[in-house]
């Protein structure tokens, strides 16, 4: 596998994608080693191409066109928040958590409150999904992957 710049793979066991810079070590959404077994689908110079590329990847094809139009329209994202570390917020997430695991946007706004935030709730949510943290399980549900 190469190691060169930011990859799209490709896990055999679940058929998801992620994002990795370097060389693949595990599937963030089912665990699945990956240092022989992962597939490259795509290499990209920049996080953004390779956000746009994990999203494109995880949808089906008949909506690719579509959807790579509508993140081709919007403006780039650099670091998600210039006033919150990307640290900050998936500690936020986890404390937003109940016994099972388990994430919705009431609990989470509260954490967000709490921590005097004007995040919006929903954009938070989409980025933990995006880098792997959250899976929805359910309309208004997500489970923490820790």
Request: glycine share 6%; proline share 4%.
């Amino acid at each position: 596998m190469s190691n060169a710049g930011y990859n799209v793979i490709r896990c055999p066991a679940c058929s998801r994608c992620h994002g990795r810079r370097g060389a693949p070590s595990s599937c963030p959404h089912c665990g699945q080693r990956l240092t022989e077994h992962g597939v490259i689908v795509k290499t990209v110079t920049s996080a953004e191409a390779l956000r746009i590329e994990v999203a494109l990847q995880n949808t089906p094809s008949e909506l690719r066109d579509m959807l790579r139009k509508k993140m081709m329209d919007k403006d780039p994202i650099s670091d998600f928040s210039d006033e919150v570390p990307s640290r900050t917020m998936g500690g936020w997430v986890q404390d937003s958590k109940d016994d099972e695991g388990i994430i919705t946007v009431e609990t989470l706004q509260h954490t967000l409150d709490k921590n005097h935030s004007d995040l919006d709730v929903n954009d938070v949510i989409e980025q933990a999904e995006v880098q792997g943290m959250l899976v929805r399980i359910s309309e208004g549900r997500w489970m923490l992957l820790e």
